[in-house]
Antibody, heavy 121, light 107 residues
Framework: EVQLLESGGGLVQPGGSLRLSCAAS????????ISWIRQAPGKGLEWVSV????????YYADSVRGRFTISRDNSKNTLFLQMNSLRVEDAAVYFC??????????????WGQGTRVTVSS | ETVLTQSPATLSLSPGERATLSCRAS??????LAWYQHKPGQAPRLLIY???NRATGIPARFSGSGSGTDFTLTISSLEPEDFAVYYC?????????FGGGTKVEIK
């Protein structure tokens, strides 16, 4: 059974840092693109970043480029999101999600339950 | 950036009725469009990918169509568990983007 479990969320002050993790199981982790997608309170879904299976291809939304860094450890089946210079508008539930196929990063068939990030002084 | 516009924002229907949700892209995304169902406190659920392919385990009452800039998600006969928010998502070009969502609520 495919499972994705996010952790690392919490309360942080503006300008602070947080590192999110996503532990995966039930599939060959290194074969699949994984993405971070967030949902701010009362808002819709917003794509944040994606990393290819090998880690060789990485993309970011303009809203987080230069502040967030996505990475993965295929030996530990874990995805990370290092978030620096956090802003109030980064507050959201952060989901990790697995790509449908091994050959593209277009759509995502399994999602975790999410981890909540609160940015407030 | 490709902007996805979903309509209507809210759809008020009764169980058993047909639901038709629209997603329009600001530029062609070919057939690289997906639909997700999202309920509060839960993980989003992939329904349709590649415009018309049902994801694993998705009931046949869900169907998707369209290409280029105009796409439709149809739920042929609403079940009680189908009342939720639905998002379209494209990855024709980076960045990947989502529509603003359509809430399907019980009338």
């Amino acid at each position: 059974e495919v499972q994705l479990l996010e952790s690392g969320g919490g309360l942080v002050q503006p300008g602070g840092s947080l590192r999110l993790s996503c532990a995966a199981s039930g599939f060959t982790f290194s074969n699949f693109c994984i993405s971070w997608i967030r949902q701010a309170p009362g808002k819709g879904l917003e794509w944040v970043s994606v990393i290819s299976g090998s880690g060789g291809a990485i993309y970011y939304a303009d809203s987080v480029r230069g502040r967030f860094t996505i990475s993965r450890d295929n030996s530990k089946n874990t995805l990370f999101l290092q978030m620096n210079s956090l802003r109030v508008e980064d507050a959201a539930v952060y989901f990790c999600a697995k790509a449908v196929s091994t050959t593209s990063c277009r759509h995502f068939d399994y999602w975790g339950q999410g981890t909540r990030v609160t940015v407030s002084s | 950036e490709t902007v996805l516009t979903q309509s209507p924002a809210t759809l008020s229907l009764s169980p058993g009725e047909r639901a038709t949700l629209s997603c329009r892209a600001s530029q062609s995304v070919s057939s690289y469009l997906a639909w997700y169902q999202h309920k509060p406190g839960q993980a989003p659920r992939l329904l349709i990918y590649g415009s018309s392919n049902r994801a694993t385990g998705i009931p046949a009452r869900f169907s998707g169509s369209g290409s280029g800039t105009d796409f439709t998600l149809t739920i042929s006969s609403l079940e009680p568990e189908d009342f939720a928010v639905y998002y379209c998502q494209q990855r024709g070009e980076w960045p990947l983007t989502f529509g603003g969502g359509t809430k399907v609520e019980i009338k």
